[in-house]
């Protein structure tokens, strides 16, 4: 007992100490989304602070970091836009129509939750998941570059200076034991924000960050709720028509981050997270931060990294990065402002190592070229577009792939009996990639009288399929040739009678072979297993 109270004891501090980090990081990240969307910093870090509170508590993934993201601003824009341009100057309708498409996005990925698709995650190729982590790790870096000085002066090399000591603070100190049980990306931070204020040097800081972006401070009260969002905007079916594309998109991209995110975590940390509950809980947090003034916001791979390689386990981890971060809206305005840029671009630097994976330079010649095209599409697409468009894509052009291999993959045996009786004993699947390969294998005139076809070895899968069979049949019954069809899957055969009466006749119900027994009915065998 006593054993395991320390050892929840100690994970605690690394907690608390992982989630002080994170939520320092989280500041520069929420109020430059906000930028991007256009609307107040504020924004962006109440919708950091309910979303990464809500989603710790409640989500399927302890130890995940949730907030405000790139990925949904760059969509908001547009919509943040439009708005505006339906009222008339000064009304700021944008800012309304995005709190209500953001309570519509929660709406969305609830009911994913509900209807369970988050189980959809594990259809995601590894080549993609790969994409995804490097293309990610690309877009992090290159945020990170718009953060340093323009020009090439004094003040880019202090601040080159000061994020390489970041780095190496991150990259040294885990490799002394006497600090080695120290959150080297907090000592980092600590470090290199006393240098800057105690010798007084002139580098961007949180604080001239929100000013130069057209902010006036991080100090802000309690979120409350906005109701006047119903007011503002009318509540009718053009509303809805005008928000429901983006709150479809947003909820889109939101799930499929949250749970690659999700799964790179389980991979990390050699656990396994609840993609329907992270699917709930993200729907419930926007639905929330909608209706209190938030931009909405998903998991955060940066910060999520930062978490766990901080020892940052358990739910407490982002549990105190949101409160830390309403603490510094609330009481450490003025501190917080003070922390350099550079020492959280160096913070970034460090994830976008840990991020980025390098294996896949090495597995380059060992994994097939289709694998290595999907991944370099991903990540490119990535890159260049957003995460949804980029998985997508990656999904498809791997089905498509994988279709093609297996229509390749369709044989026909070809034997006699003694009786003169042709057999065809199909190998392989047979679906609609496959089926003009499978129509190839027979020869209908030249056959003899009898013909049977020997499904033990093949797998019908499809509607496709399906007619692939019906149309065989009745040509070889317009030749006047008999034909018999055999070791069809029980499924198959249901469909093939309820297609045609006259399949009564032309499939072969008494089969004594064992292996047919076991190929048509799998979920008894498994349960065999089971019991046995």
């Known amino acids: 007992m006593e054993k395991f109270i320390r050892k929840k004891v100690k994970n605690a501090r690394n907690d608390v100490f992982s989630g002080i980090t994170v939520a320092l990081a989280l500041v520069p990240e929420a109020v430059a989304f906000a930028f991007v969307a256009g609307v107040d910093p504020l924004v962006g870090l109440y919708a950091a602070f309910m979303v990464g509170l809500i989603t710790s508590v409640f989500g399927g993934r302890p130890g995940m970091i949730s907030g405000a993201t790139g990925a949904l601003a760059v969509v908001m824009v547009s919509l943040v836009s439009e708005g505006n341009a339906m009222g008339a100057e000064g009304d700021n309708l944008g800012l309304y129509y995005l709190f209500a498409t953001v309570i519509l996005m929660g709406i969305i990925q609830m009911l994913a939750g509900i209807f369970k698709l988050g189980k959809f995650v594990r259809l995601i190729p590894h080549p993609v998941m790969m994409g995804f982590v490097n293309g990610l790790a690309i877009v992090i870096f290159m945020a990170q570059l718009s953060m340093f000085p323009q020009d090439f002066g004094n003040g880019f090399w202090l601040m080159i200076g000061l994020v390489a000591l970041t780095m190496l603070i991150m990259w040294g100190l885990p490799k002394i034991k006497v600090f080695s049980k120290f959150p080297e990306a907090l000592i980092g931070i600590l470090v290199v924000s006393a240098i800057v204020i105690l010798g007084g040097l002139d580098v961007a800081t949180v604080g001239s960050f929100i000013r130069d972006g057209g902010g006036e401070g991080l100090k802000g009260g309690l979120p409350t709720i906005h109701l006047e969002t119903f007011s503002k905007i009318p509540m009718n079916f053009e509303t809805f028509k005008f928000i429901a594309p983006y709150a479809l998109i947003l909820a889109a ?28 809980a993200q729907g419930g947090a926007n639905i929330v931060t909608g209706l209190f003034g938030g931009m909405g916001g998903c998991a955060m791979i940066g910060q999520s990294i930062i978490n766990i390689k901080g020892g940052g386990r358990t739910r407490l981890s982002g549990i105190v990065a949101a409160l830390t971060l309403l603490a510094f809206i609330l009481f450490a305005s003025g501190l917080i402002e003070q922390v350099p840029i550079a020492a959280l671009v160096g913070v970034m630097f460090m994830v976008v190592v840990g991020t980025f994976a390098w294996s896949s330079f090495r597995i380059i010649n060992k994994i097939p070229r289709t694998d290595l095209f999907v991944l370099i599409l991903v990540s490119g697409m990535t890159v260049i577009f957003d995460l949804a468009i980029a998985v997508i894509s990656g999904v498809i052009v791997s089905a498509l792939v994988f279709s093609w291999e297996n229509a390749k993959r369709i044989r026909a045996r070809k034997r006699m009996k003694a009786d003169g009786t042709k057999i065809y004993e199909i190998w392989g699947p047979l679906f609609f990639g496959s089926i003009q390969a499978f129509n190839d294998k027979f020869d209908i005139k030249q056959d003899p009288q009898n013909v049977e076809i020997d499904f033990v070895e093949s797998r019908v899968s499809d509607h496709s399929a399906l007619e692939a069979i019906l149309n065989l049949v009745k040509k070889y019954e317009n030749e006047g040739k008999s034909i018999h069809l055999k070791h069809l899957s029980e499924e198959c055969k249901d469909l093939l009678y309820r297609a045609d009466p006259k399949f009564h006749e032309v499939i072969i119900e008494d089969i004594d072979d064992p292996r047919y027994h076991l190929a048509a009915n799998p979920e008894k065998f498994e349960k065999g297993l089971s019991e046995y």
């Open 253 to 280: 991209i939101g799930l499929i981050e949250s749970l690659m995110t999700l799964n790179l975590i389980d991979e990390l940390t050699e656990t396994r997270g609840n993609g329907n509950r992270e699917c709930m």
